[in-house]
């Protein structure tokens, strides 16, 4: 199925965000310039290449359980508005987790383990105990 980008048990359609976690996926430099030091530190901007926007958690900085995942203006200075740390920087761990570099937590689909149509995508603990979990990422 070319052009899918699958959670172990949902598929979703591509988007231009979704293909800015494609290229996170395959390692692709998503930044250069003033973030390029904060890159190397740990994490990654994930920029849809439309719009020039990143993948952000709401809040400021949006860190707790079921923090909807979100479009918003990358915060390349490693910064929210406010001056907090920035939420938009992501690491891609050997097992398919997206993992927020400031919370720590990962990627989530809803539910237990989210596998509906239309799923919002959120911030949550990341599921590494075992057993079937919809925070998993890879491409087909």
Excluded at 47 to 55: A, K, T
Excluded at 96 to 114: H, Q, T
């Amino acid at each position: 199925m070319a052009n899918m980008l699958r959670s172990r048990n949902m598929t979703f359609k591509f988007s231009q965000v979704w293909l800015a976690f494609a290229l996170v996926l395959l390692s692709v430099p998503l930044v250069s310039g003033e973030a390029s030091a904060q890159t190397r530190s740990g994490g990654r901007f994930i920029v849809n290449q439309l719009s020039g926007r990143c993948i952000d958690v709401a809040g400021a900085p949006g860190t707790g359980n079921g923090a909807p995942i979100i479009l918003y203006d990358c915060e390349l200075s490693g910064r929210n508005p406010n001056g907090s740390q920035t939420d938009q920087q992501w690491t891609l761990d050997r097992s398919g987790l997206i993992r927020n570099r400031l919370s720590g937590k990962c990627i989530d689909v809803p539910g237990a383990p989210g596998t509906a149509n239309g799923a919002r995508l959120r911030l949550w603990e990341c599921e590494v105990a075992g057993g079937p979990t919809d925070q998993l990422w890879g491409l087909e």
